[in-house]
């Protein structure tokens, strides 16, 4: 869905509410496999050439658990400010209005979304697995501290040569 600038008003509040819907192919396969359901408030107030929508997402999305790769639902409830103008400014935090002075909406709430899924996720009951043959599976901080013992280099067996 998209709002246009020039059809609010100067220092009016107005609400867009609606359900957005996004294919699968939008999203990361590795961190999101989809959204099964989504809804919207924005309020927008428009002051001079600024344009203030306060974003307000719930939605149910679906990712992959990282112990069994099983699809896992996760309930999301984001609220959000965003500020446009014209001349958009990154380091203020001011995103940029397209020039016939269209905001995508859908784009703001995916991008919402994406902040707001975790990366790994659990489905209820999963563990992780203990490994097996030809294969062991550790957890970060294991690994950290298994490369924090085994400083040595391949090439300290030089040392030891009487040459």
Do not use: W
């Amino acid at each position: 869905m998209k709002i246009n600038f020039y059809t609010y008003k100067e220092n009016e509040k107005e609400r867009v509410s609606y359900d957005p819907s996004f294919k699968s192919e939008q999203f990361d396969p590795v961190h999101i496999l989809g959204v099964r359901s989504c809804h919207a408030d924005v309020d927008v107030t428009k002051v001079g050439e600024l344009l203030y929508l306060t974003v307000s997402v719930k939605f149910v999305a679906l990712a992959p658990c990282s112990y069994t790769l099983e699809e896992v639902e996760y309930h999301g409830k984001e609220k959000e400010d965003f500020i446009f103008s014209f001349n958009g400014n990154e380091e203020e935090g001011i995103d940029t209005i397209e020039k016939n002075g269209d905001i995508n909406l859908d784009d703001v709430i995916h991008s919402i979304i994406v902040a707001t899924v975790p990366f790994h996720l659990h489905k209820p009951g999963a563990s992780l697995p203990q490994g097996g043959k030809g294969y062991r599976v550790l957890t970060e901080d294991e690994l950290e501290k298994e490369r924090e013992e085994d400083k040595s280099s391949p090439f300290d067996v030089l040392d030891n040569l009487d040459l």
